[in-house]
C-alpha cells in the first residue's frame, strides 16, 4: 500500500496499551475503566496506531506485548479534536489541524505495514515556536488526555489478559 495512501474517517485504529494493574496507562474509577494520557505517550509526540483494517480486524496482532491490551479510535474522532493554534514569535497565529498519517514499515517495527501515527500539521513539537519545553509538554499532554477520552469512551477492543483473569476469577 502507498505510504500516501489516505486514513478514511471511518477507519479504526488500534493502539496497543500495556496491561499491568500498576501501570500508568489506565486506571478503574468506581469499576469503571479510564485511560490515561500516558497510554498515548510517545518520544516523537506522534503515538503510534495501527491500521484495524490493515491488520485484518485483529487486534491481538497490534499487541507490543503480550500482557498487553488494545483500545481503538476511529479516524473522524481522532480529527475531530480539533485544531490547535499557536503564535509564533513574529505575533502570527498558526492553526495546527489533528490527523492521521499513515506510516508503514517504521525502522522500530519495519514489518508493521499497518503502522500510522497521529500528527498535527503543520508539526509544532519540531518546530522552534515554543519557548520552553514545558510550553511543548503541556501542549502535547493535551493531546494525549483527547485521545485517552476517545479510547475510554470505546472501552478496550482487546482486554489486557490480567484483566481477564480478575473478570473471570469473579
Same mark, same amino acid.
Given at each position: ?51 484495524? %483494517? ?30 490547535? %493554534? ?48 514545558? #510550553? ?7 493531546? %494525549? ?7 475510554? #469512551? ?6 489486557? /489478559? ?7 476469577? /469473579?
Amino acid at each position: 500500500m502507498d505510504k500516501n495512501a489516505s486514513i478514511w474517517d471511518d477507519e479504526e485504529l488500534y493502539r496497543s496499551v500495556r496491561g499491568e494493574l500498576d501501570a500508568e496507562e489506565y486506571i478503574f474509577d468506581r469499576g469503571k475503566l479510564q485511560i490515561r494520557s500516558n497510554a498515548f505517550r510517545d518520544i516523537s509526540k506522534k503515538p503510534s496506531v495501527d491500521r484495524a %483494517k490493515l491488520k485484518e480486524f485483529a487486534p491481538f496482532c497490534s499487541k507490543l506485548s503480550d500482557t498487553d491490551g488494545i483500545v481503538s479510535l476511529i479516524a473522524a474522532d481522532v480529527r475531530a479534536i480539533g485544531t490547535v %493554534k499557536t503564535t509564533v514569535q513574529n505575533a502570527d497565529i498558526v492553526v495546527h489541524a489533528v490527523d492521521v498519517a499513515y506510516d508503514p514499515n517504521p525502522k522500530s517495527n519495519p514489518e508493521n505495514y499497518a503502522h500510522s501515527q497521529i500528527v498535527v500539521n503543520p508539526d509544532f513539537f519540531d518546530a522552534d515556536i515554543f519557548d520552553t519545553d514545558s #510550553k511543548k509538554e503541556r501542549t502535547f499532554y493535551k493531546l %494525549k488526555r483527547a485521545l485517552a477520552r476517545l479510547a475510554t #469512551k470505546r472501552g478496550w477492543t482487546l482486554a489486557p /489478559k490480567i484483566i481477564k483473569g480478575l473478570y473471570q476469577s /469473579k
